[in-house]
């Protein structure tokens, strides 16, 4: 059967597509990469289809296109999430030179075309299910730290004994509701084989507690298979990102935070409570803190190497080995200390 052939360039705000008109030619459009920007997009390409098979290739970036690829899949189309090594290796034999959002939707388009199809697996209901319990904790989280701010602020005055009543009653709550959440994402782990495992690889961390694993897993179990440790990394924002501009504006790299702020933060805390407990992390921390490395810095290199370390124990199925942690960080070091491209990959970096 005839199909209709489409590239999409995702980015955080917009995505750039690419497909080709009656006459050949290629036509571009661009859409919102939100909801209602991706139920356009579905709508859009059934009308220019013509009712063949719709066939759609985009990267697989970890970080904007999820919800895209599931929005797609939903609509029967044809999936295939290209790794971004692939698709750079195809634009340099295509003699791409130039490197923009509109070129890029193009390429994946002739990729679309040319190269063999593999069909995207869409995650699990119940790794999607698992997912959405722990966002919607962590927003619950949020709200009641707001709510106990409210409470001190009423502590410091003479406040209304029925609002502080009504502030402690909606903590409560919202902490029942949490615990219920919480049980049924562990319920739902637990029922599935390898995230059951997964689960247990995690808490093998000095650092990692139950709700820390839940809340790590549920991010990083939706990802492609096929993602190494550069972009998880890459995914949760942990990523250096230089500033420089003309001849006289240089500011020293900072993390990029375009990624994933829900595995950012569920990373934040067992970095800092592994820098204590697990011997392997806290010679590391050590190291860094000896070259004059802040404490914020330290936490934000810790988190990048326990993602590196996590996804290794994910593919070996093995348990987390404090040793290896301190070994693997510690084999670029040269006479003078840490080496220099791990301090400036974690360099004035801000959380989160």
């Known amino acids: 059967m005839e199909r209709f052939c489409v590239g999409i360039d995702v980015s955080a705000k917009k995505l750039d597509v690419a497909y080709r008109h009656s006459k050949g030619g290629i036509e571009r459009q661009t859409f919102d990469n939100e909801s209602i920007g991706h139920a356009e997009l579905v709508r859009h390409l059934r009308k220019r289809a013509g009712g063949k098979v719709i066939r759609v290739v985009l990267e697989s970036t970890g970080v904007y296109g999820l919800d895209l690829a599931l929005a797609l899949d939903g609509a029967s189309f044809e999936v295939m999430v290209v790794n971004p090594r692939a698709s750079s290796n195809f634009a340099k034999a295509t003699m791409q030179r130039s490197k923009t959002?509109?070129?890029?939707?193009?390429?994946?388009?002739?990729?679309?075309?040319?190269?063999?199809?593999k069909r995207?697996?869409?995650?699990?209901?119940?790794?999607?299910?698992?997912?959405?319990?722990?966002?919607?904790?962590?927003?619950?989280?949020?709200?009641?730290?707001?709510?106990?701010?409210?409470?001190?602020?009423?502590?410091?005055?003479?406040?209304?004994?029925?609002?502080k009543r009504s502030i402690r009653d909606t903590i409560k709550q919202l902490e029942r509701q949490v615990r219920k959440l919480r049980a049924a994402a562990?319920?739902?782990?637990?029922?599935?084989?390898?995230?059951a495992?997964?689960?247990?690889?995690?808490?093998?961390?000095?650092?990692?507690g139950p709700i820390s694993a839940i809340a790590i897993l549920a991010e990083l179990a939706v990802l492609p298979s096929d993602m190494n440790n550069r972009q998880w990394v890459a995914h949760a924002g942990l990523d250096p990102r230089e500033f420089e501009s003309g001849t006289s504006i240089k500011m020293p790299p900072r993390i990029s935070k375009r990624g994933n702020k829900y595995?950012?933060?569920a990373l934040y805390l067992p970095a800092r409570v592994a820098c204590r407990f697990e011997p392997g992390v806290a010679s590391v921390a050590a190291r860094l803190r000896a070259s004059g490395k802040k404490p914020l810095q330290i936490h934000v290199a810790v988190m990048r190497k326990l993602l590196h370390a996590i996804h290794a124990m994910f593919e070996s199925g093995q348990e987390f080995d404090g040793t290896r942690f301190y070994l693997r960080a510690a084999a670029a070091v040269g006479t003078s200390g840490i080496a220099s491209s791990a301090i400036s990959e974690v360099s004035t970096a801000v959380f989160p």
């Open 197 to 208: 495992r997964r689960y247990e690889l995690l808490l093998s961390v000095k650092g990692i």
């Open 263 to 265: 595995l950012r933060s």
């Open 186 to 195: 562990l319920e739902l782990i637990e029922g599935e084989p390898q995230l």
């Open 120 to 163: 995207w697996q869409a995650p699990s209901t119940v790794q999607l299910q698992v997912r959405t319990i722990s966002r919607r904790v962590y927003a619950l989280i949020r709200t009641i730290r707001d709510e106990k701010n409210r409470m001190h602020a009423a502590n410091q005055v003479d406040g209304t004994t029925i609002v």
């Open 101 to 117: 959002d509109r070129l890029d939707s193009a390429m994946l388009l002739e990729f679309a075309e040319q190269m063999t199809f």
